[in-house]
Nanobody, 124 residues
Framework: QLQLVESGGGLAQPGGSLRLSCVGSGYTLDYYSVGWFRQAPGEGREAVSCINNDGSFTKYVDSVKGRFTISRDNAKNTVYLQMNNLQPIDTAVYYC?????????????????WGQGTQVAVSS
């Protein structure tokens, strides 16, 4: 069974950067679109970004456009989320998951094979 493991979280200052990784094991990731989601303290889970199986299509929610970049390296079975110009509002636990792939794109309406999450804290 596919398992996803996130890493790369930590503490960053406002304006700083972090790169999250989502590594798949047990099955090749290159069949799947993968998404990143986040959950802030006391809030519900929020979609952030997704990428289709070959990296030709990406999607971002408005709050991260121009600051976050999703990418993947199928040879390493890994999806990345580069987060630049971080702000306190980005503080959350970040999760990756397999997401739907309508018409070979990606969709953030649902997720499966959730990882355990990695904590991102942005504070001065």
């Amino acid at each position: 069974q596919l398992q996803l493991v996130e890493s790369g979280g930590g503490l960053a200052q406002p304006g700083g950067s972090l790169r999250l990784s989502c590594v798949g094991s047990g099955y090749t990731l290159d069949y799947y679109s993968v998404g990143w989601f986040r959950q802030a303290p006391g809030e519900g889970r929020e979609a952030v970004s997704c990428i289709n199986n070959d990296g030709s299509f990406t999607k971002y929610v408005d709050s991260v456009k121009g600051r976050f970049t999703i990418s993947r390296d199928n040879a390493k079975n890994t999806v990345y989320l580069q987060m630049n110009n971080l702000q306190p509002i980005d503080t959350a636990v970040y999760y990756c998951a397999v997401v739907p792939s309508p018409q070979k794109m990606c969709d953030l309406s649902a997720g499966d094979f959730w990882g355990q999450g990695t904590q991102v804290a942005v504070s001065s």
